[in-house]
C-alpha cells in the first residue's frame, strides 16, 4: 500500500487513516462472503425440495409399447404458507411433448440432473431438469416453481447480513477511534509536561508514566537538557571567572585614577582624567552586571533555594546604598513602603531592584525624584521604581528589556544590561515587569508584580519530583 | 589612624594606600596573611582592610586566626568573589564590614572611618564625627569643643543618628527611642525633635532626610 502520509502528520490521525478505511472495507468483504455463503446454502436448500418434485413425478412414467405415458402427479396448490406455482412439462426422446406445461423448457446441461434461473411468462422461475432412462429412451422431466419465496428468503438474508455488518462496522470503528485516542493518553501526557515548561527551563522531564516507546525519546530529551544545562553552566561559570578575574585590576585602576583626579600634580588634566574615569566605572559597571547576569541565569537552580523574603528591609538596603549617588546626582531619592513579602532568593532580587535603581538615577536629571515602593502584603506583593525623568517612548518599552540594547541617544553609564537582568530575575521568580509612564504621563514607571506566596514555590515541587 | 592594608595586587594595594593616606590614614601595607600577622604582633593598628583571595592563607583564614587569638581590632574584608555564602560566612567569622571590588576610594575611606568611630565606641565611649565630639557616657556633645546643650529628648536623637552615622536610621526607631520618654510621640513629633537637633548641629554636621525612609547623620558637603 502506497498511502501518502505527510511525516508530520499527527499519529492520531495516522494510526485513523491507516486503521479505518482497511477495516471498513475488510468488514464490508467479510458481509458480502457472508451474504453469498448464506444464499449458496439457501439454493441448495430450495432445489432439493424441487428435485423431489420432479424425482417423484419421473417415478410416475410407464412405458407401454414402446411409447412413454405420464401420469399427471398431483399438483401442489398455492396457499398462503406455500404461495408457489409449480409447473412441470414431460418430454420424449424425441422431443415431443409427452405432459404438462409446452412452454416449460429443459434447463441446459447435459447431466441426469440440471438447474437454471428463467423465465416463464412474466414468472421468475427455478427449473429443476431430470433426465430420466426409460425401456423407450430417455424422457426428460422438468419441474419448476415461482421464486418468491426464495426472493423472500434471499431479502431476509440480505438485510440481515448488512444490518450486522454495519453494526460491526460502527462498533469496530468507534473502538479503534476510541483506542486510539486512549492508546496515546500518556504520549499527550508527556506532550502537555513539555508545553507547560518555559522554554528556558532545562529541568529533566518526568519518566515514571511515560509509556515504553517513548521513553527513548524522553531520555534522550533529558540527555540533550543535561548536555544544555551543563553548557549554560560552563558558560555562566566562565563568564563569573571572566568578571571576577577582571575586578581585582580594575580595582586598582578605578583607584589610582581617582587619586590622580585629586593629585595637585595632575592640575589642569582634570577633563582628561574625568574621561578616563568616567571609562573605567562602565569597565567596572558592566562587569559587575556580567556577574549579576551569570547569577540569574535560570540555568543556576537558584529556584531551589528560595526563601520566605520580606521586600521592606531589602528596599532599604538598596535605598541606603544608593543615597550618596543619589545626593550627588541632585536627585531625591524615597519610598514609599508597605508590607511585601515574597517567595525567592533576596539576592536576586536586590540585584534586580538595584538595577531598577540604577537606571532610574542614570536617566533622572538633576532636581527630579526617584521613588521606589514596595507593597501587596503576602497575596500580590510588588516592587515599583517611578521617576520624573523623560521617560520611555511606548515604541521602545520592549526593546529595552533586550540585553545591551540603550535608548537611541541616552548618556549614562548603562551597559545595556540592566533590564535584561532585571527580567531575569522576574522571570526566575514568575514575576511579570511592566513598563508604564509615571504619574502624570511623565517619567517611567517600572513594576514588578509577584505572584501570590501560595504559588510559589514551584521550584520546590519540581525539586521534589526531579530528586 | 593607623589601616594595615593586606593585600597582594600592587595596583590595588598600592591605590589604597595611596587613598586612605590622602584621607588622613597611616598606612602599612602586606602583601600575605603571614607578613600581616607579623605586622600586628608588632605594632597596634586600629584597622585591617584584607583581601580575601591572598596567596597562601587566605583572608577568611586569616580573620578567623586573628579572631581566634583575641585580636579586637575592627577588619573591612576586600573580595573580588562574592556569594551570599562568603558573605555571610565573612561576617560571622569576625569581620566587621565588606566590599566588592571595585570600590571608589571615598566609600572605602568612609567605611575605615565608621569602622574606627565604632570601635571607639566600644572601648572609650567616645564617638567623633567631623566636628562632632560626642561623650556618650558624660551625654556631652561638643562641636569644635564648644559644648552644645541638647534636652534629653534631643539628646537620644542624635545619639540614636551618631550610632548609625553614615546610615539611614529608619523614622519608626527614632520613634521609639524617644517613646521611651513621653509615650504620646507621633511621626510628626520626631520631625520637630531631628529639626532641633539639625538647628543645633548647624553647619557642623548634615542631618539628611531620606524620603520615606528616616534620617542619616552624615558630614557636611564641602
Redesign the interface.
Known amino acids: 500500500m502506497s498511502l501518502k502520509l505527510d511525516p508530520t502528520t499527527s499519529i492520531h490521525r495516522r494510526l485513523l487513516i491507516l486503521l479505518l478505511p482497511p477495516l471498513a472495507l475488510l468488514m464490508v468483504a467479510g458481509g458480502f462472503a457472508d451474504y453469498r455463503a448464506s444464499m449458496v446454502f439457501m439454493r441448495t436448500a430450495y432445489d432439493q425440495s424441487l428435485t423431489d418434485a420432479a424425482v417423484a413425478q419421473a417415478a410416475l412414467l410407464k412405458v407401454v409399447d414402446g411409447k412413454i405415458y405420464a401420469q399427471p402427479a398431483s399438483q401442489p396448490q398455492p396457499h398462503a404458507n406455500r404461495p408457489e406455482k409449480f409447473y412441470y412439462s414431460i418430454w420424449g426422446p424425441d422431443h415431443l411433448l409427452i405432459s404438462g406445461n409446452p412452454q416449460l423448457s429443459a434447463a441446459s446441461g447435459e447431466g441426469q440432473l440440471a438447474y437454471a434461473d428463467a423465465w416463464l411468462g412474466n414468472h421468475r422461475i427455478r427449473v429443476v431438469t431430470y433426465r430420466v432412462p426409460t425401456a423407450a429412451g430417455v424422457a426428460t422431466v422438468n419441474v419448476a416453481e415461482t421464486t418468491s419465496r426464495r426472493e423472500a428468503a434471499r431479502h431476509f438474508i440480505l438485510t440481515s447480513t448488512w444490518l450486522m455488518d454495519f453494526i460491526l462496522v460502527d462498533a469496530t470503528l468507534l473502538l479503534v477511534w476510541v483506542g486510539v485516542r486512549h492508546g496515546l493518553k500518556p504520549l499527550l501526557a508527556v506532550r502537555g509536561q513539555i508545553e507547560s515548561r518555559s522554554p528556558r527551563e532545562l529541568r529533566p522531564l518526568e519518566t515514571t508514566a511515560v509509556p515504553a516507546e517513548v521513553r527513548p525519546l524522553v531520555d534522550a530529551l533529558n540527555g540533550l537538557f543535561e548536555v544544555l544545562r551543563e553548557a549554560a553552566r560552563s558558560q555562566r561559570q566562565f563568564v563569573a571567572d571572566a568578571a571576577?578575574?577582571l575586578?581585582?585590576?580594575?580595582?586598582?585602576?578605578?583607584?589610582?585614577l581617582?587619586?590622580l583626579t585629586?593629585d595637585p600634580a595632575a592640575a589642569g588634566l582634570e577633563s582628561r582624567l574625568a574621561v578616563l574615569r568616567d571609562g573605567m566605572s562602565r569597565v567596572?559597571h558592566s562587569?559587575?552586571q556580567l556577574?549579576a547576569l551569570a547569577r540569574a541565569e535560570p540555568t543556576a537552580n537558584l529556584a531551589d533555594h528560595f526563601q520566605d523574603t520580606d521586600l521592606v528591609p531589602l528596599v532599604?538596603r538598596v535605598?541606603?546604598r544608593n543615597?550618596d549617588r543619589s545626593?550627588k546626582a541632585g536627585l531625591?531619592?524615597?519610598?514609599?513602603?508597605d508590607a511585601a513579602s515574597v517567595a525567592g532568593s533576596a539576592?536576586l532580587i536586590e540585584d534586580l531592584l538595584g538595577n531598577l535603581v540604577d537606571n532610574a538615577l542614570n536617566y533622572t536629571p538633576s532636581g527630579g525624584h526617584v521613588?521606589?515602593r514596595c507593597g501587596g502584603g503576602v497575596s500580590e506583593p510588588y516592587l515599583e521604581v517611578e521617576d520624573d525623568g523623560p521617560g520611555i517612548p511606548e515604541a521602545e518599552r520592549s526593546r529595552v528589556r533586550q540585553r545591551f540594547y540603550r535608548l537611541p541617544g541616552s548618556s549614562g553609564h548603562g551597559c545595556g544590561l540592566g533590564l535584561a537582568i532585571v527580567e531575569e530575575i522576574a522571570r526566575l521568580h514568575r514575576a511579570a515587569v511592566t513598563i508604564d509612564a509615571g504619574a502624570g504621563g511623565h517619567g517611567t514607571k517600572i513594576r514588578v508584580q509577584f505572584p501570590g506566596f501560595s504559588g510559589l514555590p514551584q521550584g520546590k515541587t519540581a525539586n521534589t519530583v526531579t530528586s | 589612624m593607623r589601616i594595615l592594608v593586606v593585600e597582594d595586587n600592587d595596583l590595588v594595594a598600592d591605590a589604597i594606600a595611596r587613598g586612605l593616606g590622602l584621607a588622613g590614614f597611616a598606612v602599612d601595607r602586606a602583601p600575605s596573611a603571614e607578613i600581616a600577622a607579623t605586622a600586628l604582633a608588632a605594632e597596634h593598628f586600629d584597622l585591617a582592610v584584607v583581601d580575601i583571595g591572598l596567596p597562601g592563607e587566605d583572608g577568611l583564614t586569616f580573620v578567623r586566626r586573628l579572631r581566634s587569638q583575641g585580636a579586637t581590632l575592627p577588619v573591612l574584608i576586600l573580595t573580588a568573589r562574592e556569594t551570599v555564602a562568603m558573605r555571610v560566612e565573612a561576617l560571622d567569622l569576625g569581620a566587621d564590614d565588606f566590599l566588592m571590588k571595585p570600590f571608589e576610594q571615598t566609600e572605602l575611606a568612609a567605611r575605615c572611618r565608621a569602622l574606627i568611630r565604632r570601635a571607639n565606641l566600644n572601648t572609650n565611649g567616645q564617638l567623633n564625627f567631623g566636628r562632632l565630639r560626642i561623650d556618650v557616657a558624660g551625654r556631652q556633645l561638643r562641636i569644635d569643643d564648644k559644648p552644645v546643650e541638647l534636652t534629653g529628648r534631643e539628646w537620644l536623637v542624635l545619639e540614636c543618628l551618631a550610632f548609625s552615622a553614615g546610615r539611614v536610621v529608619s523614622k519608626e526607631r527614632l520613634q521609639q527611642t524617644i517613646a521611651r520618654w513621653d509615650q504620646a510621640m507621633t511621626p510628626n513629633a520626631v520631625e520637630v525633635y531631628v529639626s532641633r537637633v539639625r538647628a543645633k548641629l548647624a553647619d557642623a554636621a548634615l542631618i539628611r532626610t531620606v524620603r520615606g525612609l528616616g534620617y542619616r547623620l552624615d558630614e557636611p558637603e564641602a
Open positions: 571576577h578575574q575586578r581585582t585590576p580594575i580595582a586598582g585602576l578605578v583607584g589610582h581617582e587619586l585629586q567596572a562587569a559587575n556577574l532599604e535605598i541606603e543615597v545626593v531625591d531619592l524615597g519610598a514609599d513602603l539576592w521613588t521606589v
